[in-house]
Structures are given as structure tokens and as C-alpha cells.
């Protein structure tokens, strides 16, 4: 019997709570691709309006939903699992989505005490599968 090759996914599909999150690593054209379908309106980002860090949770991916100059920032985070596919298969996984909002300190009573990033989170599941592109 042969043995199977295990490989990264390339795409990953989750919803949950009425928030939709299409992201591929990668596309025809190479570049990454992230959906946005939630309470914060529907969006799409390409390119190097997605950012991506690996950290010890996993594999961050951002993106900004609203920036409103001297008011504030709101930013999603999902928070993908490392995890091994099946070529042209996929794994099912629960993760999270973070949102962070980052209040401008001209919005914030000066010489008050307060926290400049204030965060909600949303549960998601669905799945990765490695996809030809």
C-alpha cells in the first residue's frame, strides 16, 4: 500500500456566531486572499493587506475591518491551528476569531486610566484542505 504525503493546507473556510471567513495562502495570481462576511460588514483583502505571524497558538492572520483616523482601529484575528492534510482532502478544526479595538488616545479622557485595546472574541469552526490553484 502506498503511503500518503501529509501537506499544509492552503485554504480554510470557518463560520460561526453570523461571521463567514474564507482564507487561501495563496491564488492564481500568488497571492494570499481573505473573506470577511460578519457583524463588521462584508469585506475582502488580498496581498499584503493580510498579515501573518506564527506564534505558539498558531498561525495569526489579520486583517483591518475599520480604521477611522483619530477615532480607532477595529482588527480581526483568526487563529489557525498547524495541521496536516491529505492532498485534495480536508480536516475539520475550532478555532477563534479576535476581534481588537484600539481606541485613539484623542478619543480617551486624558489622565484617565484606560485600556487602549479592548477585545471580543468569536467561535468558529470548518475546515482546511490544500486546493490547486
Known amino acids: 500500500?502506498?503511503?500518503?504525503?501529509?501537506?499544509?493546507p492552503n485554504s480554510y473556510e470557518v463560520s460561526?456566531?453570523?461571521t463567514q471567513i474564507?482564507?487561501?495562502?495563496?491564488?492564481?495570481?500568488g497571492s494570499p486572499q481573505f473573506s470577511y462576511g460578519?457583524?463588521?460588514?462584508?469585506?475582502?483583502?488580498s496581498g499584503d493587506e493580510i498579515r501573518t505571524f506564527d506564534t505558539d497558538l498558531g498561525t495569526e492572520v489579520t486583517v483591518t475591518l475599520e480604521d477611522v483616523a483619530d477615532l480607532h482601529v477595529?482588527?480581526?484575528t483568526l487563529l489557525l491551528p498547524e495541521m496536516w492534510v491529505?492532498?485534495?482532502?480536508?480536516q475539520e478544526f475550532r478555532t477563534i476569531g479576535i476581534y481588537t479595538t484600539k481606541e485613539e488616545p484623542?478619543?480617551?479622557?486624558?489622565?484617565?486610566p484606560a485600556a487602549r485595546e479592548m477585545y471580543a472574541t468569536v467561535k468558529l469552526a470548518g475546515e482546511g484542505k490544500l486546493v490547486d490553484f
Open 1 to 8: 500500500m502506498a503511503q500518503k504525503t501529509l501537506v499544509a
Open 16 to 18: 460561526g456566531e453570523n
Open 22 to 29: 474564507t482564507y487561501s495562502t495563496t491564488s492564481v495570481d
Open 38 to 45: 460578519g457583524p463588521k460588514g462584508e469585506h475582502s483583502f
Open 74 to 76: 477595529v482588527t480581526l
Open 86 to 90: 491529505a492532498p485534495h482532502a480536508g
Open 106 to 112: 484623542i478619543t480617551a479622557r486624558i489622565g484617565f
